[in-house]
């Protein structure tokens, strides 16, 4: 009966080693790299939405000032936050050697990215390191903690004064939309 029982645990465990390495394959078929090939457009909306040609990302694991969103610098003069975060993020898809790996999408279906250059090997870290983009926060576990915690420390960007948080922002500059006219 041991000798059975024995060999029913290798049989069952050769079987959960052959589903998991199933479906971590799938997991991993899922994502999709995308570059921007040479002479390609790439377009910043704001400090964490872009366009490589048609295609549309977001950066995965940060959330940045909108583009019309403004802060408010040490001293409580408003400034562009919005604007400048977009204007970090052209500057790092400047870089040569863009390419970006994205495994889901948002509701809007903007691809889910973590990107990097040659130069920067995470373009997050880097937006959330220079105070551009806040790291997104679920059940008490940050995505760029060490970046978020240096940037704040430091006064950088948005931490340099008074923000809104993007979503907060985004919340209460919602458009209204316009009712449909009756048929």
Same mark, same amino acid.
């Given at each position: 009966?041991?000798?059975?029982?024995?060999?029913?645990?290798?049989?069952?465990?050769l079987?959960?080693?052959?589903?998991?390495?199933?479906?971590?394959?799938g997991?991993?078929?899922?994502?999709?790299?995308i570059?921007?090939?040479?002479?390609?457009?790439?377009?910043?909306?704001?400090?964490?939405?872009?366009?490589?040609?048609?295609?549309?990302l977001?950066?995965?694991?940060?959330?940045?000032?909108?583009?019309r969103?403004?802060?408010?610098t040490a #001293?409580?003069?408003?400034?562009? !936050?919005?604007? %400048? @975060?977009?204007?970090r $993020?052209?500057g790092?898809l400047?870089?040569? /050697?863009?390419?970006?790996?994205?495994?889901a999408?948002?509701?809007? #279906?903007?691809?889910?990215?973590? !990107?990097?250059? %040659? @130069?920067?090997?995470? $373009?997050?870290?880097?937006?959330?390191?220079a /105070?551009?983009a806040?790291?997104?926060?679920?059940?008490?576990?940050?995505?760029?903690?060490?970046?978020?915690?240096s940037a704040q420390?430091?006064?950088?960007?948005?931490?340099q004064g008074?923000?809104?948080?993007?979503?907060?922002?985004?919340?209460?500059?919602?458009?209204?939309?316009?009712?449909?006219?009756?048929?």
């Amino acid at each position: 009966m041991r000798s059975f029982l024995n060999k029913l645990k290798t049989v069952l465990l050769l079987v959960g080693l052959i589903l998991g390495a199933y479906f971590y394959a799938g997991w991993t078929d899922d994502r999709a790299v995308i570059s921007a090939a040479p002479k390609e457009q790439v377009r910043a909306a704001d400090g964490d939405s872009f366009q490589i040609g048609s295609r549309k990302l977001r950066m995965k694991g940060i959330d940045a000032p909108e583009y019309r969103q403004t802060c408010k610098t040490a #001293g409580g003069q408003d400034w562009d !936050c919005g604007k %400048a @975060a977009q204007g970090r $993020l052209i500057g790092l898809l400047a870089e040569p /050697g863009l390419s970006c790996e994205a495994d889901a999408a948002d509701k809007y #279906g903007r691809a889910l990215a973590i !990107c990097k250059t %040659a @130069a920067t090997p995470d $373009l997050a870290a880097a937006l959330v390191a220079a /105070g551009m983009a806040t790291s997104n926060e679920f059940y008490g576990m940050r995505d760029y903690p060490h970046e978020e915690d240096s940037a704040q420390k430091a006064k950088r960007g948005i931490w340099q004064g008074e923000f809104m948080p993007p979503k907060e922002w985004r919340d209460a500059n919602r458009r209204k939309r316009r009712p449909k006219p009756p048929s």
